[in-house]
């Protein structure tokens, strides 16, 4: 594949040798390890320590038991899965591609929660089996869901997010559902390498060298993977056999991690894209260069964590690694060779027949109105289903009131939020949550109350917002340089949304009292809402829409090119900046109302689109309308489908939103 103008200008500025980087850093990580071991054994019997250990000395047992182990098991994990993501990205000619962003861990450590939660003794037969179904069922999900755009990058990074959210999602209600069960299975899920045997190692060593035997057999086909399929076939390349073999291999080598360790986030697109900066163009140096930086890498940074004592000693070092990874891959990011795909918003892309605005606005309210009423009036008891009328909604009133109101204001935000942020982009798969933008509300919001946790709600509001508006200009500074394109958008949503979620695992690692209180909030719960908070959201929609009516014609012009809008006298820098500043607001206030977790803001405006509202005002008015109809309904299913058990509404939001939104990437009506 022909390289860029930029990343040859890249190349040349990171000039040290693959061998020198992992070298450095394997001399890092021994001098880390040794001073370790040093504190707790005197050199003398290191040795011993190793070959046959003293079983009435507790350092020795120590040493051998659990240091050493550790060790090998960082070693042997970051060159299994490094390996895997070279595989990967040759294999689908996407440098983005590796086991987290493919949704591949996520399904391996879905099916483990599955099976121990439902069927337990599938573990007596090797839980790596169990990981690999679940790894083996995501990617073919993500390869059907991208199929239709014959594998395309952005399709297949789109594809692994929504498999990543989804798995989650069910994880999320499982653990809501099992939390004492799952405690220990989500942290060592995080990517907890601690030891007290050499299992690991032994479960690991041989499938890192049948997988690097394997690769080293399929080196000469798979870099024919380089070239055009035409050109790899005349070749004599069987492209069908090749991509399923080396698809199965990266899969088992990912999956295989996951059972032993769990996700270790990052790794497997760090190392390629490294090594392949530092000199390692050929497909063939990666596989050699890159599992040996991969394992270097993973080792330096269990070192450093085990540095930590006290309350933060059991952070898993696969979240640290993932907090590590993403300042990293933020830095990568202008680097990458530019990938082939193009999101096109302009008027010819969108065929649909002209509809009457009018009449489907008002449609829309009348169903939105019906809903709230089936949300406020029925309701499960432990009678059965009743319907709340005279005195019983009088009583019932007080709590669904704010509930139902708090999670139309906030569909409705997220919604609007998301069409302003795809008409900014020109991406019609840009939104608050897939590019990061409720992650970044989230980490203000976590930031304000761990430093004042009597903090009220209008300064809640403004850190969700500060948050969610940092990460909008993060987002902007990384992606102006390739005119937004949609690959690298999509990878800062990945990183950013894959960062909180390592910095919420290490917060609950810590035991700190500040996280009890967070976790139904960050399952998108509207328990906590008070008629004051739905008031507050109300007033909030009304404000923030009538503005964003305001800027209308900046939504209309912008689609259509800087040139367009220069001709038109709209500055696009500034109406950007004021649009997403718009947008960012919108997405405070509605996580803060229900979390992070949901689809709506990608969702409710693809729908819209799809339903043919092509103007500004019809996206808008249609995707508030759509958004909070499904978050309204989602609450009252939530509420009602487990009764007197509750299904947070923005994990509810998730599963449905997920599912349909599978089902349209499969028909291959997403318009990506």
Avoid: K
Avoid at 582 to 587: G, H, K, R
Avoid at 634 to 642: C, P, Q
């Amino acid at each position: 594949m022909a390289e860029s103008i930029a990343m040859r200008a890249a190349l040349r500025r990171f000039s040290m040798h693959p061998a020198w980087l992992a070298g450095v850093l394997a001399c890092g990580a021994l001098l880390l390890s040794l001073h370790q071991i040093g504190t707790l054994l005197p050199m003398d019997l290191w040795w011993q320590a190793l070959v046959s250990p003293d079983m009435h000395d507790m350092r020795q047992i120590v040493v051998h038991e659990s240091m050493l182990p550790r060790l090998a098991t960082c070693l042997l994990s970051g060159a299994q899965l490094s390996l895997a993501g070279v595989i990967f990205q040759q294999v689908l000619r996407n440098p983005l591609a590796e086991p987290t962003t493919l949704g591949v861990s996520a399904g391996a450590s879905l099916s483990l929660s599955l099976a121990l939660l439902f069927a337990p003794q599938w573990l007596f037969f090797g839980q790596e089996w169990v990981a690999l179904g679940g790894a083996a069922l995501a990617m073919l999900i993500v390869v059907a869901l991208a199929w239709r755009r014959r594998l395309s990058p952005v399709a297949l990074i789109l594809a692994g997010l929504i498999v990543n959210f989804y798995c989650g999602s069910i994880d999320a209600v499982l653990t809501l559902f099992h939390h004492d069960d799952l405690q220990s299975l989500f942290i060592w899920g995080a990517g907890s390498l601690n030891q007290n045997n050499w299992d690991a190692p032994r479960a690991l060593l041989p499938r890192l060298v049948a997988g690097a035997c394997l690769a080293a057999a399929l080196t000469r086909p798979l870099a024919m993977m380089s070239l055009a399929d035409d050109s790899a076939r005349g070749l004599g390349v069987s492209l069908r056999f090749v991509r399923g073999a080396a698809l199965a291999l990266a899969v088992f080598l990912g999956a295989s991690v996951v059972a032993s360790v769990g996700v270790i986030g990052f790794l497997g697109v760090l190392a390629p894209m490294i090594v392949r900066l530092a000199g390692a163009r050929r497909f063939r140096d990666r596989l050699v260069w890159a599992p040996l930086f991969g394992a270097a890498l993973l080792w330096l940074t269990d070192q450093l964590v085990q540095m930590f004592s006290g309350a933060w000693s059991g952070v898993p070092t696969g979240a640290v690694m993932s907090l590590v990874g993403a300042p990293f891959l933020f830095w990568l990011l202008p680097r990458l060779p530019a990938l082939p795909d193009t999101v096109d918003m302009s008027p010819h892309e969108l065929h649909q027949n002209r509809l009457r605005l009018p009449v489907w606005i008002v449609l829309g309210v009348v169903i939105l109105v019906a809903v709230v009423v089936l949300g406020l009036l029925l309701g499960a008891t432990t009678g059965g289903w009743h319907w709340s009328l005279g005195g019983g909604l009088d009583a019932m009133l007080h709590w669904r009131g704010p509930r139902v109101f708090a999670a139309l204001a906030a569909g409705a935000l997220l919604g609007v939020a998301g069409a302003i942020m795809q008409r900014v982009t020109g991406n019609s798969m840009a939104s608050p949550e897939v590019l990061g933008i409720s992650a970044g509300a989230s980490l203000g919001l976590i930031a304000l109350l761990f430093a004042t946790p009597e903090a009220g709600r209008l300064l809640q509001t403004g850190a969700a917002g500060a948050g969610a508006f940092v990460t909008l200009l993060a987002m902007l500074a990384l992606g102006r340089r390739y005119g937004f394109a949609p690959e690298r958008m999509l990878l800062v949503g990945v990183t950013l949304g894959t960062a909180f979620s390592a910095l919420v695992t290490v917060l609950l690692a810590s035991d700190d009292p500040h996280m009890s209180g967070l976790l139904a909030w960050m399952a998108g719960s509207t328990y906590g809402v008070t008629a004051r908070d739905a008031v507050a959201a109300c007033l909030s929609l009304a404000v923030l829409g009538t503005v964003t009516a305001v800027f209308v014609r900046w939504l209309d012009i912008l689609p259509l090119g800087e040139a367009v809008a220069v001709n038109f006298g709209v500055q696009p820098g500034l109406s950007r900046l004021a649009l997403l500043l718009l947008a960012a607001l919108m997405t405070g206030v509605a996580t803060i109302v229900v979390g992070p977790l949901s689809f709506i803001g990608l969702m409710a405006p693809h729908l819209a689109r799809m339903l043919g509202f092509r103007r500004a005002i019809a996206q808008l008015a249609g995707a508030a309308l759509l958004g909070a109809f499904i978050m309204v309904l989602a609450d009252w299913l939530g509420r009602n489908v487990l009764f007197p058990f509750q299904i947070p509404v923005g994990l509810l939001a998730t599963l449905l939103g997920g599912l349909y939104f599978m089902w349209l990437m499969m028909r291959g009506r997403a318009a990506l």
